[in-house]
């Protein structure tokens, strides 16, 4: 920062918290390095108090009355301002309220993958077991075919067909 009175400059020499504004602002003073000339700063220090963890300014809820005319007097800029970020503060605490359980949310979708996980292992095991029991049956048929031509065949030795290798070799 330059000196007004002689343009050289200034150093800080002391910093002190405001008492009189809002927590974070701080009162910075200067001293010139070629002059005794000093001047103070109000500056707003964020790395100690996050600008979100400002009071909230609640403006009065009975109406200002002119002293003069005995009638409510007309809000000023500041005060129309001030019930703004009052209401936009409102409306935000509001929407943030609902926030979702993601807890919740997380368990119904692992229970609701587990009984569909469950539901597939169990048809793929159905699909499995009737595979078998076809195979079975198949294997079942085959040897009831060859279990009836051995026993017709015992009793007819005579009737008996010829093996495939014996009609090759004639």
């Known amino acids: 920062m330059k000196c007004f009175a002689c343009s050289a400059e200034m150093r800080l020499t002391d910093v002190r918290p405001d008492r ?3 927590c974070g602002i701080e ?3 200067f001293r010139c ?3 005794t000339h000093t001047a103070q700063r109000l500056i707003l220090n964020r790395a100690r108090v996050p600008i979100t963890n400002l009071p909230v300014v609640i403006p009065r809820k009975a109406p200002i009355i002119d002293l003069h005319s005995g009638r409510p007097a007309s ?8 019930e703004k970020v009052n209401s936009k503060q409102a409306d935000l605490k509001q929407r943030a309220a609902p926030t979702t359980d993601w807890g919740s949310v997380v368990e119904k979708l692992s229970t609701t993958l587990k009984q569909q996980a469950g539901a597939a292992r ?3 095991l159905a699909r499995a077991v009737e595979n078998v029991r076809g195979r079975q049956t198949r294997l079942s048929v085959r ?3 060859s279990e009836f031509d051995r026993i017709w065949y015992g009793h007819c030795p005579g009737e008996a067909p010829e093996p495939v290798a014996s009609v090759l070799s004639e």
């Not at 809000?75 to 001030?82: E, F, G, M, R």
């Open 143 to 145: 040897m009831a075919d």
């Open 33 to 35: 390095s070629a002059c």
């Open 75 to 82: 809000q000023s800029a500041w005060a129309n301002a001030i």
């Open 122 to 124: 169990a048809e793929a």
């Open 27 to 29: 009162r910075h003073t």
């Open 20 to 22: 009189t504004t809002l």
